[in-house]
């Protein structure tokens, strides 16, 4: 059986990583919207008060703002006033299907209009559009078509003159962030608590489960398999989030290689905004002691009564102590395992075929995948992902493949009679599959939560894509949980 663990490492050695862009659906310019207001600019436009700048990124070149206000006036009896102002209203009524915001506001309203822009350190400042009543307005927000996260503003007001010789007015062309995105971004993140863990190089850890509770006494009484998630250890990291409206408490919990639940834990608060860390040595664990003085016991806005971890009963962290907090060494944990006696059965010629096969078939088919995501690069750069739904449609059908394969290698696994001997060591292989397959979709699912932070939107294909991935890592997650109880 070991041979068919290493069969499966070597299938399973391409795990994918995507630290892409995401990307937005197709947007148009409001191309006539522009061309009205550039002519009003260069018919009527004044030099003084005239705003303009533009910020790019130094690395890129890409355009991350912009602002254009421009003054206006005319004659009130110039046919190219009433000509100009005529398209005004006929454009932004033809191209309000582009917008996601759109105002037109008639003389005699008394509502002023504040346009929120936002830069890229996350301050904001309202440019006042609209100012008094006898002002007539038009205005409509669209996503930029280069970069979904930002917002083009284009506006425009004016009035008559107090002797009516003239109409007056300002013209407003404006692109920052999307005021609806940051926002979002900036209520999720007080909203999201996160587990961020490191292990030693020597440490075996596979996986934690992740428990949460209302109160202690109910985290005291929570089953070994009530757990919320279960999060596998990639390149000696693991990392876990939530939204949570209110802090509760919660567990952390070791799962060995083998598929069994270390006898010791670590109980926290989780805590909305805040983030946990912590390293896993062996036969001690440094964590944030930081953290504790925030919101722990040491603040005294701790949920739970004393900070335990069974195993070790209810050691006392004491204010003092160093960062390093000793706990005793787990018997099996971190000593040299005794090598197994050599199995007296292997698989027959014909079976090993069989296996490398199928492992490779499911190698080449990973390899296929993480090709696919690698052909989004160039659209990345060009922050216009438009004509990508095919690469999308082709990365789900790659996976569904997958999928098939993935249970066509373990119906193998399953199928092969062995002694009742071998029987606990056939039932760890197949948890190893399993585990493995879920490392590669929990890195997809990683991929698509890094494409979300970074531009907030994803096209329709690309949600479709990402709905699925999620589907396939929730059913490898319960499988790969039968698979370890089974394997005791």
Same mark, same amino acid.
């Given at each position: 059986?070991?041979?068919?663990?290493?069969?499966l490492?070597?299938?399973?050695?391409?795990?994918?990583?995507?630290?892409?862009?995401?990307?937005?659906?197709?947007?148009?310019?409001?191309?006539? %919207?522009?061309?009205?207001?550039?002519?009003?600019?260069q018919?009527?436009?004044m030099?003084?008060?005239?705003?303009?700048?533009?910020?790019?990124?130094?690395?890129?070149?890409?355009?991350?703002?912009?602002?254009?206000?421009?003054?206006? $006036?005319?004659?009130?009896?110039?046919?190219?006033?009433?000509?100009? *102002?005529?398209?005004?209203?006929?454009?932004?009524?033809?191209e309000?299907p582009?917008?996601?915001?759109?105002?037109?506001?008639q003389?005699?309203?008394?509502?002023?209009?504040?346009?929120?822009?936002?830069?890229?350190?996350?301050?904001?400042?309202?440019?006042?559009? !609209? $100012?008094?009543?006898?002002?007539?307005?038009?205005?409509?927000?669209? =996503?930029?078509?280069?970069?979904?996260?930002l917002?083009?503003?284009?506006?425009?007001?004016?009035?008559?003159?107090?002797?009516?010789?003239?109409?007056?007015? +300002?013209?407003?062309?404006?692109?920052?962030?999307?005021?609806? %995105?940051? %926002?979002?971004?900036?209520?999720?993140?007080?909203?999201?608590?996160?587990?961020?863990g !490191?292990?030693?190089?020597?440490?075996?850890?596979?996986?934690?489960?992740?428990?949460?509770?209302?109160?202690a006494e109910?985290?005291?009484?929570?089953?070994?398999?009530?757990?919320?998630?279960?999060?596998?250890?990639?390149n000696? !990291?693991?990392?876990?989030?939530?939204?949570?409206?209110?802090?509760?408490?919660?567990?952390?919990r070791?799962?060995f290689?083998?598929?069994?639940?270390?006898?010791?834990?670590?109980?926290?608060?989780? %805590?909305?905004?805040?983030?946990?860390?912590?390293?896993?040595?062996?036969?001690?664990?440094?964590?944030?002691?930081?953290?504790?003085?925030?919101?722990? !016991?040491?603040?005294?806005?701790?949920?739970l009564n004393?900070?335990q971890?069974?195993?070790i009963?209810?050691?006392?962290?004491?204010?003092v102590?160093?960062?390093?907090?000793?706990?005793?060494?787990?018997?099996?944990?971190?000593?040299?395992?005794?090598?197994?006696?050599?199995?007296?059965?292997?698989?027959?010629?014909?079976?090993?075929? #069989?296996?490398?096969?199928?492992?490779?078939?499911?190698?080449?088919?990973?390899?296929?995948? =993480?090709?696919?995501?690698?052909?989004?690069?160039?659209?990345?750069?060009?922050?216009?992902?438009?004509?990508?739904?095919?690469?999308?449609?082709?990365i789900?059908?790659?996976?569904?493949? *997958?999928?098939?394969?993935?249970?066509?290698?373990?119906?193998?696994?399953k199928?092969?009679?062995?002694?009742?001997?071998?029987?606990?060591?056939?039932?760890?292989?197949?948890?190893?599959?399993? =585990?493995?397959? *879920?490392?590669?979709?929990?890195?997809?699912?990683?991929?698509? +939560?890094?494409?979300?932070?970074?531009?907030?939107? *994803?096209?329709?294909?690309?949600?479709?894509? #990402?709905?699925?991935?999620?589907?396939?890592?929730?059913?490898?997650?319960?499988?790969?949980?039968?698979?370890?109880?089974?394997?005791?």
């Amino acid at each position: 059986m070991k041979r068919i663990i290493i069969m499966l490492l070597i299938a399973c050695s391409a795990i994918t990583t995507m630290s892409a862009d995401p990307t937005a659906a197709p947007q148009k310019k409001p191309a006539n %919207v522009i061309a009205t207001l550039n002519a009003i600019i260069q018919k009527f436009g004044m030099n003084e008060g005239q705003i303009f700048s533009v910020n790019r990124n130094p690395n890129t070149g890409i355009m991350e703002s912009s602002t254009k206000i421009v003054p206006f $006036s005319c004659p009130t009896n110039d046919v190219k006033n009433d000509d100009v *102002l005529n398209a005004v209203s006929i454009n932004f009524q033809k191209e309000e299907p582009l917008s996601y915001q759109f105002q037109h506001i008639q003389p005699g309203s008394n509502e002023n209009i504040y346009l929120m822009v936002i830069d890229n350190d996350g301050k904001s400042n309202n440019v006042r559009i !609209r $100012s008094n009543k006898r002002q007539e307005m038009w205005m409509m927000c669209t =996503k930029n078509p280069e970069n979904p996260q930002l917002r083009d503003a284009y506006a425009v007001t004016w009035e008559l003159s107090e002797d009516k010789q003239k109409t007056v007015g +300002t013209v407003y062309m404006i692109t920052s962030l999307r005021p609806d %995105v940051y %926002v979002k971004n900036l209520e999720t993140s007080k909203k999201t608590f996160k587990i961020e863990g !490191r292990v030693d190089a020597n440490i075996k850890d596979s996986l934690y489960n992740i428990y949460i509770a209302n109160t202690a006494e109910e985290l005291e009484n929570i089953g070994d398999d009530d757990y919320v998630a279960c999060v596998p250890v990639i390149n000696k !990291r693991f990392e876990w989030q939530t939204e949570l409206d209110h802090p509760v408490v919660g567990r952390l919990r070791c799962i060995f290689p083998d598929g069994e639940l270390c006898s010791a834990w670590i109980n926290l608060d989780f %805590v909305p905004g805040e983030t946990y860390r912590i390293t896993v040595h062996n036969g001690y664990y440094d964590e944030d002691q930081d953290y504790e003085r925030r919101v722990g !016991r040491q603040s005294g806005k701790s949920l739970l009564n004393e900070r335990q971890s069974r195993g070790i009963d209810d050691v006392v962290v004491d204010d003092v102590v160093a960062d390093d907090v000793a706990i005793d060494t787990i018997p099996g944990y971190s000593d040299p395992v005794t090598p197994r006696q050599s199995s007296k059965w292997e698989p027959t010629p014909e079976q090993m075929m #069989q296996i490398e096969a199928k492992g490779m078939a499911l190698k080449a088919n990973m390899d296929a995948i =993480k090709a696919t995501y690698a052909s989004l690069e160039t659209y990345f750069k060009m922050k216009s992902l438009t004509g990508t739904d095919l690469i999308f449609a082709q990365i789900t059908k790659l996976n569904k493949e *997958l999928d098939a394969k993935f249970q066509d290698f373990i119906k193998y696994l399953k199928g092969l009679d062995v002694p009742p001997t071998e029987i606990v060591e056939k039932n760890k292989a197949i948890g190893e599959v399993h =585990k493995e397959i *879920l490392k590669f979709y929990t890195e997809q699912n990683q991929g698509f +939560t890094e494409m979300y932070k970074e531009v907030g939107v *994803l096209t329709k294909a690309a949600q479709k894509t #990402q709905k699925y991935i999620n589907g396939l890592t929730e059913k490898y997650l319960k499988e790969m949980s039968k698979a370890v109880m089974g394997a005791k």
